[in-house]
């Protein structure tokens, strides 16, 4: 289960959440940072990679294409990475359930 963590998410959080979620990756860490969302999106649906962002632009289309790749939204909006993290953990299991099936493109997070 690899995550990728979209420009506007801390790459420590690659670090921090490596014990749940160890294949996660940030956009920046693999020269994306500069990429347009249709790049990242072409690149997470080739390397198997759920997008994890703030951003709706994501969840947008999922909606429209379906997955993959899949794509977690945070709807906490910015906060410091610490509860970005909190947020991961607090809902591990129900990102891991997510990733594994096959009923949806996108899953909110508040």
Not at 62 to 84: D, E, F, S, Y
Request: a negative charge; charged letters at 25%.
């Amino acid at each position: 289960m690899k995550l990728l963590f979209d420009q506007n998410l801390s790459h420590r959080l690659c670090r921090m959440l490596a014990d749940i979620f160890p294949a996660t990756a940030q956009v920046k860490a693999l020269g994306l940072d500069q990429a347009s969302d249709d790049a990242i999106w072409d690149f997470a649906r080739r390397e198997s990679c759920t997008i994890v962002t703030l951003d709706a632009d994501f969840a947008e289309l999922a909606a429209l294409r379906g997955a993959p790749p899949k794509v977690i939204w945070l709807r906490c909006g910015n906060q410091p990475t610490r509860v970005v993290e909190r947020l991961m953990r607090d809902r591990a299991v129900l990102i891991t359930d997510f990733i594994e099936s096959h009923d949806a493109a996108c899953l909110e997070l508040y």
